[in-house]
Structure formats: C-alpha cells, structure tokens
C-alpha cells in the first residue's frame, strides 16, 4: 500500500469515493453492517484500514480499534468522531510503542492507531474485526491476516467486503468502468487520475478464493455478491478449540 497516495487523497476520499462509485459504495455498507449485526450487536471492534472511519462510525461499537496506516487519514478520522461528541484525551496512549489517540463519549471509545495491519499490536482481544475495502491494499495478505487473528477471540466475526475479479459479463461491463471512466472521474476531482488506473489491477489481482485461503482456522458463516458481482461479501466465524 502506497501511503502516500492516501495521505493526498483523505480530505476528498469521501466524496471521491461517492462519486465514482455512483453512492455504491454506502450501500454495500449499510448491507454489511446489517448482516454484521445479526451475529453480534456490540462489544469491541477492530476495524483495518479504516480510510476515513466510516465503516466504524457505521457499527457504533462500545470499544473500537481503527487501523490506519495514512496520517492524512487519521486527522480525517479524528475530526470526524470530535463531531459525533467524541472528545480527545489529553494523553496519547502507548501500546507497546505504538502511539494512539484516544477518543471517549460516555461510555464509548474509540482508539485510532497509525499501522499496517502486518504491524500493529494491540493491547486486547476483539469480538469482531471488519476489513471494509480494506484486503487489497494489504502489502503482505497472509502477514496481515495472521497477525490480525491474533488479536480476535475464538468465536469471533472476521467480516469482509472486497471488490474481487470476476468473470461474469457484468463484471467485465463494470471494470471497463472501472479501468477507462474512474481513472478520468478521479484526475478531474482530486488529480489522480494514474493513481486510480492502479484501481483496476488491484481488482483483477484477488479472488474470492484468494482471500478464503488465508483463514483455514475459519468457518464462513455468510458469503454472497453484493448487488455487482465484483464485490463480495465473506463473514467467518474463528474455530473454538474445543468446538
């Protein structure tokens, strides 16, 4: 993952991302988390690569974990929960030698951390870990994954949704879309238009099975297309040892 490319992209990834996306992408949220909260409505939150945090404002957990690797972003983040109510603390948390901010509102946390998901270490266990986009700008799929399962519970959810490569007409359609009018929609909007070429073959790098592969310890629970087939939908659940 290039972190520079995120850094200049956060003030207007949001609105980047609903346009090019024709609003798409909110749905395919508003569907995850509704699914997500079938199987567990609170408790504490990872969520990776966060980008701006929308996916955690969306699941509104008591604790929640934000992974993400881009500064620009993390300010993004941050303003963003100071608007929900959330106040700064004064102090920056050390989990071993990784600095976090900290925001609180009530009896709500929300602990933003500045890591790769190959890297990061937390001082607890979580009931669920969301990747919302998030897998393909992994820079190690398998080192990410590992090391983020050491920090979910047995009989915890690992939820993911990802634009995956599909061979079906319709995915074809959308990644002519997605290869020739995304890349000129973005270079008009936030002057990156050889940035979101990369968008394309990052798709067409990673398969369902791709990502199944990484979590043998797992049995899916819910895995389905989400209205285009190019994004999929996988909810596992982490073995317990003596299930």
């Known amino acids: ?35 997500l909260k079938k199987h567990i409505k609170n408790g504490t939150l990872i969520d990776v690569a966060s980008a701006t945090g929308e996916m955690a404002k969306a699941m509104d957990f008591d604790t929640m974990y934000l992974i993400e690797p ?21 102090f920056e948390v050390i989990f071993e030698e990784i600095p976090a901010i900290k925001l609180k ?57 990802e634009m995956v490569k599909s061979e079906s007409f319709l995915a074809k359609l959308i990644m002519w879309y997605m290869e020739n009018v995304v890349p000129v929609i973005a270079g008009l909007l936030v002057g990156m238009k050889e940035e979101y070429k990369m968008l394309g073959k990052s798709i067409n ?11 043998k310890n797992y049995k899916i629970i819910k895995k389905t297309k989400l209205i285009f087939p190019i994004a999929t939908m996988i909810i596992m659940r982490k073995n317990e040892k003596n299930s």
């Not at 897998?135 to 949704?161: A, C, Q, T």
């Not at 790098?205 to 979590?215: C, N, V, Y």
């Open 105 to 161: 509102k009530d009896k709500k946390e929300v602990i933003i951390i500045q890591e790769s998901a190959e890297n990061v270490k937390l001082p607890q266990k979580a009931d669920i870990i969301t990747a919302f986009m998030a897998i393909r700008n992994f820079d190690n799929l398998e080192k990410g994954i590992k090391n983020l399962d050491r920090y979910l519970k047995e009989g915890g959810y690992f939820g993911i949704v």
């Open 1 to 35: 993952m290039d972190v520079k490319i995120y850094d200049k992209l956060a003030k207007k990834y949001d609105l980047a991302t609903k346009i090019v996306s024709f609003g798409i992408e909110e749905v395919w949220r508003w569907m995850f988390k509704k699914e």
């Open 205 to 215: 790098s990673l398969s369902e099975d791709d990502i199944i592969s990484h979590f």
């Open 70 to 90: 881009s500064s620009e972003m993390v300010k993004i983040i941050v303003e963003k929960f100071e608007n929900l109510g959330y106040k700064r603390e004064n």
